[in-house]
């Protein structure tokens, strides 16, 4: 009895073996059928329908020109804008605008990016196994936009801290520089009435921050004498004012992770553009990029001047931007010889990140865009905008779905 106790395990450890080696030699199987880098049949006939290699590099050095300038131009008014009244970031025709290009941001998510990916992962190319019998493409797109909630929160937690640090350093240095010059001297005045705080011997006692204010606007209003204030802009420093901090820092993340979602797509529709050789192809996306482009540009530039960086990094930010897609484009010149995307390995590369941009660019449009600005107390305080601001939301979303039809 245990000699048989003792051989059948062995029998079955077999079995096990077999079962495992088979499942391994499937998933290797369905691995290598997937990263290959052959074109479907399918897909060669339907390249060989309009190609022309001559005008298709044309077209693509007039697309790297035209997206540029459009990108420059959409991610540069609202920089340059912030200068002029009626292009300010406070102001109506801004916050029109901005509700445009929500609108081209959200519909470039759900109706360009997630179908786009959908059939890459779906393609008959690929094995059924398990590219045809799951959802990859709504599934990465769900788990992106669930990951940019946790960049965004973490992001906020972070920037509001190092925010409040600043402020009690600002403070706490505002204070010293008080303590130093408490007593102030000030000329004699011609009338016998008293400043705010003045004591007896013509000089003037200030007590904390609220008093030092008052002192100075107090000052201004007599124009009597010459107060001499060391820390008045001092208290003024920080990057966003008192009651916009929160705001401030909102805009400070909303613009980096709206950014990472635009150029991670942007560098696929480009390479996408760079390695077409037919017209057919080329011309549609070129009108619909530079308009694309342009757009997606003035709401991530609308971010940037909200956010309120310095001059260098908003610099850094608007070009990294605007050179994307031209980058992407040359790069995929460069690689036309040896990149098929119509392969396994293109198309999964391609789904999984058009998943990723989708889900990244529905949240921003949703959550950072349209419910920040719609739910406001300035757009529910004003009938006006709000009727205004809702028509141009669903004219840039329903422009940018139209575009769908040719590219």
């Not at 004498?225 to 909303?254: K, M, N, Q």
């Amino acid at each position: 009895m245990s000699f048989i106790e003792q051989v059948v395990p062995f029998f079955f450890m077999d079995h096990i073996r077999e079962k495992t080696g088979a499942f391994s030699d499937t998933i290797m199987l369905k691995l290598s059928q997937s990263v290959s880098n052959t074109a479907c049949g399918s897909a060669v006939e339907e390249m060989e329908g309009c190609r022309d290699n001559s005008a298709a590099l044309t077209l693509k050095m007039v697309a790297i020109s035209a997206i540029l300038i459009a990108g420059v131009c959409g991610v540069g008014i609202p920089l340059v804008g912030k200068k002029h009244r009626f292009l300010r970031t406070d102001s109506n025709l801004f916050f029109t605008a901005k509700a445009f290009a929500a609108g081209v941001i959200l519909a470039t998510g759900f109706v360009h990016m997630l179908p786009g990916a959908t059939s890459s992962l779906t393609n008959p190319c690929l094995p059924k196994s398990p590219w045809l019998n799951f959802p990859f493409a709504g599934f990465i797109a769900m788990m992106a936009a669930l990951a940019t909630l946790v960049v965004d929160f973490v992001g906020t937690q972070y920037y509001e801290r190092k925010q409040e640090k600043q402020n009690l350093k600002d403070q706490t240095d505002s204070g010293d520089l008080l303590s130093e010059s408490a007593i102030v001297p000030v000329e004699p005045k011609s009338r016998n009435e008293k400043l705010f705080g003045e004591e007896e011997g013509g000089a003037i006692h200030i007590v904390g921050m609220h008093a030092h204010a008052a002192h100075h606007r107090h000052s201004h209003s007599q124009e009597q004498g010459a107060v001499r204030e060391h820390s008045h802009g001092h208290a003024h420093s920080h990057s966003f004012s008192g009651g916009d901090e929160e705001g401030g820092v909102r805009h400070v993340v909303v613009s980096q992770v709206l950014e990472l979602g635009i150029v991670s797509h942007s560098i696929i529709i480009g390479i996408s553009l760079g390695v077409s050789e037919s017209p057919c192809t080329i011309r549609p996306l070129l009108v619909a990029l530079s308009f694309h482009q342009f757009f997606e540009g003035f709401a991530l530039g609308g971010c940037i001047s909200q956010a309120q960086f310095n001059s260098l990094r908003s610099t850094v930010m608007a070009t990294f931007f605007a050179i994307t897609t031209p980058l992407g484009i040359a790069i995929g010149i460069g690689a036309a010889s040896s990149y098929d995307p119509h392969s396994p390995r293109a198309l999964v590369v391609e789904g999984i990140l058009n998943s990723i941009s989708a889900g990244i660019l529905v949240y921003m449009a949703l959550v950072d865009l349209i419910a920040a600005d719609f739910l406001s107390k300035r757009m529910s305080c004003n009938t006006r905008l709000q009727v205004v601001s809702y028509f141009a939301l669903f004219l840039g979303a329903g422009l940018m779905s139209l575009l769908a039809i040719w590219a």
